[in-house]
């Protein structure tokens, strides 16, 4: 099994900046790629970003391909880090890390391990 655990949700004022954290543990090898979801109160749970373990190949959902958001890696510690810049308050969301054995998935179902969640909250 693999186990998942974010870090770093809080209260920004909008326009402001965060970093998350997502830590793997367990078994590690099973994984490839690592990605970030999140879920705003009643809205469906969404894809934010992936990061592939075998190239470093990154992935983003439109809304944040402008560059706000960036995904990082280290294979060596089994973390993944989301950068969220320039934040909106339409960005408050519960932030879910997950990973998966396959290549590259943004839909929630392809993903095998998820974390518990970090509330990000962005006032305006």
């Known amino acids: 099994q693999v186990q998942v655990v974010e870090s770093g949700g809080e209260l920004v004022q909008a326009g402001g900046s965060l970093r998350l954290s997502c830590v793997a543990s367990?078994?590690?090898?099973?994984?490839?790629?690592m990605g970030w979801f999140r879920q705003a109160p009643g809205k469906e749970r969404e894809f934010v970003a992936a990061v592939s373990r075998s190239d470093s190949s990154t992935y983003y959902a439109d809304s944040v391909k402008e560059g706000r958001f960036t995904i990082s890696r280290d294979n060596a510690e089994n973390t993944v880090y989301l950068q969220m810049n320039k934040l909106k308050p339409e960005d408050t969301a519960v932030y879910y890390c997950?990973?998966?054995?396959?290549?590259?998935?943004?839909?929630?179902?392809?993903?095998?391990?998820w974390g518990q969640g970090t509330q990000v909250t962005v006032s305006s």
């Open positions: 997950a990973a998966t054995i396959v290549t590259f998935a943004a839909t929630p179902s392809r993903y095998d391990y």
């Open positions: 367990g078994r590690t090898f099973l994984i490839n790629t």
